[in-house]
């Protein structure tokens, strides 16, 4: 029996999900409806799908969905729109916020204009370098700079996981890649245990990044935050830019301000913007 669902179409610099607040609403299948409502053709259309639960441990919850239907770990844009959402909506009128995500609980610290979120600061956590836990398949204490075979050509390459894996590609000519051609093949290779996400990165300046990004379960975004994130500290460890310094990222969809610090984390600095409300039959 069908039935109607309220939900509100959010984006992060262009990084767009539709976002269901199961505070009132109950989702039985999130997997099928990530699909669904993800086509642009078809359904709403977005980059997947998250759902805002309540949370035991934080004061909301999120859940990530690709629009191919897998659940992801992270999402930095999505998260600045989970705090966005639940501070505008009364859900957590609090300036200093938690969200529990499956990748651990992340502060973010919110800048308030109107009544509204406005800008918001995520701590992302520490950046992990192991092999091992990112995943890849190897068995080395990093994988930064290292020369790897993608159909047929070679790639200095750079993983880091901010709570999803990431390969960044230091490289030049960006905007002439055919992402839609090559990312598959880095999505899918075989050092990647769990897939990855690919950023392609050109350095304009020891301050500012520029960056295209073809995420698995979800091929070119026109922004990953995470993957701004995983991108910064690769500059660093590669020796473009420098730790405590603030970081520009231009993504398609905007740009991201980043900075790596001494104690291994994160901070991510950008806004997140309401779309529409509406509803969908399920």
């Not at 999900?17 to 609403?25: A, K, L, R, S, T």
């Not at 919110?110 to 406005?118: L, S, V, W």
């Not at 994988?143 to 075979?149: G, L």
């Given at each position: 029996?069908?039935?109607?669902?309220?939900?509100?179409?959010m984006?992060?610099?262009?990084?767009d999900?539709?976002?269901?607040?199961?505070?009132?609403?109950t989702?039985?299948?999130?997997?099928?409806l990530?699909?669904?409502?993800?086509?642009?053709?078809f359904?709403?259309?977005?980059?997947?799908?998250?759902?805002?639960?309540?949370?035991?441990?934080?004061?909301?919850?999120?859940?990530m969905?690709?629009l191919?239907?897998?659940?992801?770990?992270?999402?930095?844009n999505?998260?600045?729109?989970v705090?966005?959402?639940?501070?505008?909506?009364?859900?957590?009128?609090?300036?200093?916020?938690?969200v529990?995500?499956?990748?651990?609980?992340?502060?973010?610290e919110?800048?308030?204009?109107?009544?509204?979120?406005?800008?918001?600061?995520?701590?992302?956590?520490?950046?992990i370098?192991?092999?091992?836990?990112?995943?890849?398949?190897d068995?080395?204490d990093d994988?930064?700079?290292?020369?790897?075979?993608v159909n047929?050509?070679?790639y200095?390459?750079t993983?880091?996981?901010?709570g999803?894996p990431?390969?960044v590609i230091?490289?030049t000519?960006?905007?002439e890649?055919d992402?839609?051609?090559?990312?598959?093949?880095?999505e899918?290779h075989?050092?990647?245990?769990?897939?990855?996400n690919t950023?392609?990165?050109?350095?304009?300046?020891?301050?500012?990044?520029?960056?295209?990004?073809y995420?698995?379960?979800s091929?070119?975004?026109?922004?990953?935050g995470?993957?701004?994130?995983?991108?910064v500290v690769?500059a660093v460890?590669n020796?473009?830019c420098?730790?405590?310094?603030?970081i520009t990222?231009?993504?398609?969809?905007?740009?991201?301000?980043n900075?790596?610090?001494d104690?291994g984390?994160?901070?991510?600095?950008?806004?997140?913007?309401?779309?529409?409300?509406?509803?969908?039959?399920?």
């Open positions: 029996m069908s039935r109607k669902l309220k939900f509100t179409k984006h992060g610099t262009g990084n999900y539709v976002y269901v607040n199961c505070f009132e609403e989702v039985d299948n999130p997997e099928e990530a699909v669904r409502v993800s086509d642009r053709h359904g709403i259309g977005s980059d997947g799908l998250i759902l805002i639960t309540p949370s035991d441990v934080a004061d909301v919850r999120m859940r969905y690709n191919d239907g897998s659940e992801g770990m992270m999402c930095g999505g998260i600045r729109c705090a966005k959402y639940a501070y505008d909506r009364g859900i957590a009128k609090k300036q200093t916020m938690t529990e995500t499956k990748s651990g609980i992340k502060t973010l919110i800048t308030d204009k109107d009544g509204k979120a406005d800008y918001i600061a995520v701590n992302m956590g520490e950046a370098l192991k092999p091992s836990l990112i995943p890849v398949n068995d080395g994988f930064i700079a290292r020369d790897v075979e047929g050509q070679m200095k390459m993983c880091v996981s901010m999803n990431h390969a230091f490289t000519g960006i905007d890649l992402l839609d051609k090559i990312g598959p093949y880095f899918n075989p050092l990647f245990p769990e897939r990855v950023e392609f990165i050109e350095v304009i300046d020891d301050h500012t990044l520029k960056m295209r990004v995420e698995r379960g091929g070119e975004t026109l922004s990953c995470t993957g701004t994130c995983a991108t690769a460890l020796g473009y420098k730790k405590n310094e603030e990222v231009q993504i398609r969809g905007g740009e991201l301000k900075t790596y610090l104690d984390s994160v901070i991510m600095r950008g806004t997140g913007t309401f779309v529409f409300d509406g509803e969908i039959e399920v």
